[in-house]
């Protein structure tokens, strides 16, 4: 079982740079693949970036390749999501996800989320 739970989210103007953290309690943190996905009103939720319980491997979507900056940090059970020139379009509730296989960019194969942490880059 792992919980998880985000900070880090604000109101940034555009060009600006956010880190997001994520939070994660349970004994087994290190042997899970970490994810960052997006949900924007009226929107589906989107896959933003992944990385291996190794750290050796990491995927984004093409929107954020470039600018965003996914990490972990297993001996303080936490994930970072670095985000950088960040655009009006990048508005949204950021959730951090943890699944036990490898990476995976669907939503529905994280097992676990965190309650969300709201970014905002007014246009």
């Known amino acids: 079982q792992v919980q998880l739970v985000e900070s880090g989210g604000g109101l940034m103007q555009a060009g600006g740079s956010l880190r997001l953290s994520c939070a994660a309690s349970g004994r087994t943190f290190e042997t899970y693949t970490m994810a960052w996905f997006r949900q924007a009103p009226g929107e589906e939720r989107e896959f933003v970036a992944t990385?291996?319980?190794?750290?050796?491997?990491?995927y984004y979507a093409e929107s954020v390749k470039g600018r965003f900056t996914i990490s972990r940090d297993n001996a303080k059970n936490t994930v970072y999501l670095q985000m950088n020139s960040l655009k009006p379009e990048d508005t949204a509730v950021y959730y951090c996800?943890?699944?036990?296989?490898?990476?995976?960019?669907?939503?529905?194969?994280?097992?676990?989320w965190g309650q969300g942490t709201q970014v905002t880059v007014p246009s």
């Open positions: 990385i291996s319980w190794s750290r050796g491997s990491t």
């Open positions: 996800a943890a699944r036990g296989g490898g990476l995976a960019k669907p939503y529905p194969e994280y097992e676990y």
